[in-house]
């Protein structure tokens, strides 16, 4: 039977046949886009948390279609421009700015972890975490030479993939 799939983008929906996995993957940055929209309720001592709600209404509706759920873990985040800041070191010797570690990394994204390890605790999904490939002990920013991020938080499709392969396989 169609699954109906829903594109939250612009909101589309669309029959898709024979789906049995869906794998979630996008910047899990929670922190800074609630401290924006949910100002006024902090007048109010209230503050829902937009991320787990929107999260656990989105594995609802995916396990009401029988689907496997697996969620990629954040990408560690850089923080700053990987191919420019290595191509100023390359050409004019400019040191590079500090690279994360994986204790970084852990810290910074320890509230989402911690909302998706009780996910997974629940056996509603499947956690993936890239944090050991990536920053073990600290990030890396490049693989044969070539940086593996296409900005300071997004990975760079070619390398990276090379780099990842078992991991996601």
Not at 30 to 48: G, I, S, T, V
Not at 57 to 69: A, E, G, H, P, V
Not at 146 to 163: C, E, F, M, Q, S
């Amino acid at each position: 039977q169609p699954v109906k799939i829903i594109d939250a983008g612009p909101v589309k929906t669309v029959d898709v046949l024979y789906i049995k996995k869906v794998i979630l993957v996008f910047r899990w940055n929670y922190p800074e886009a609630e401290k924006q929209l949910f100002r006024d309720f902090e007048q109010n001592n209230e503050k829902p948390n937009l991320f787990e709600l929107g999260l656990n209404r989105t594995i609802d509706f995916l396990k009401n279609q029988q689907l496997n759920i697996t969620i990629v873990e954040n990408i560690p985040e850089i923080g700053w421009d990987v191919p420019s800041k290595m191509l100023n070191k390359e050409r004019f010797g400019l040191s590079l700015p500090p690279i994360p570690s994986l204790k970084d990394t852990k810290i910074a994204n320890s509230e989402i972890n911690e909302i998706l390890t009780e996910l997974e605790s629940k056996r509603l999904v499947e956690i993936v975490s890239l944090n050991d490939v990536l920053c073990a002990p600290s990030c890396r920013i490049e693989y044969q030479g070539r940086p593996i991020y296409r900005d300071g938080h997004h990975l760079a499709a070619k390398n990276a993939t090379v780099l990842l392969k078992d991991t996601l396989a």
